[in-house]
């Protein structure tokens, strides 16, 4: 698990072929390779990937066929930024929300534009992913923990303070590129609950989802 707090900007070092995966190298100056272990999980723009080889300020994840085709770590070229962070420890603050490195799709920009001190970033979200995206909730775009400003039919907007756009890759967004998207955990999870099939063992007859009903009968309504 992570908090979509960013650690590092890493650079992607090597981008190398591996029977249709993909093997990255990426440098990073703050985390801590040398105290961590082969096995940890980081989030590399928003994708948790699986430490293999550590040497020096660089470490190497593969990239399975599947992860880029769901994700934009095959568009990285060498020298590229990336939004780093190593997974949570119990213990440590949660400063963003919780982000499991699952990416749900792809959003696009549509607009950026200066709003006060700040920059208003406009997304185009897939049409599926748009019942999980509420005013004032949580998003994860490319591994950083955003709050949703407000909604439309085709997507959302952020609004980006310049400590973010300085300590992320935000500020090198330009209108048409596509990005991580991890919407928030409880509302996928939320909407399992509701709508989701009757269980194996279910008793016959027996409805185990979570309705409206079930709730006002509990008291919880």
């Known amino acids: 698990m992570f908090t979509g707090i960013i650690a590092d900007l890493g650079r992607l070092q090597r981008n190398d072929a591996q029977g249709g995966d993909r093997r990255l190298w990426v440098q990073s100056k703050v985390l801590p390779l040398a105290q961590m272990a082969l096995g940890e999980s980081v989030a590399v723009n928003g994708v948790c990937l699986t430490l293999v080889e550590i040497n020096g300020d660089q470490f190497c994840a593969d990239v399975s066929v599947e992860t880029l085709d769901c994700t934009s770590l095959g568009d990285l070229s ?58 004032k909730g949580s998003i994860t775009i490319d591994g950083t923990s955003l709050t949703v400003n407000t909604i439309s039919e085709q997507g959302f907007s952020v609004n980006i303070i310049p400590h973010t756009a300085k300590e992320t890759i935000i500020s090198d967004y330009q209108v048409g590129r596509q990005v991580n998207l991890e919407v928030d955990l409880i509302a996928r999870y939320l909407e399992r609950l509701i709508s989701g099939p009757t269980a194996p063992d279910q008793a016959p007859g027996k409805d185990s989802r979570v309705t409206i009903e079930l709730l006002r009968d509990s008291g919880m309504l």
């Open 78 to 135: 060498i020298g590229a930024a990336v939004n780093l962070e190593r997974a949570v420890t119990l213990g440590q603050p949660l400063g963003g929300h919780l982000v499991s490195g699952h990416v749900d799709g792809l959003a696009a920009v549509a607009s950026i534009r200066p709003d006060g001190r700040s920059t208003r970033y406009d997304f185009t979200v897939p049409i599926e992913l748009m019942r999980y995206i509420a005013a």
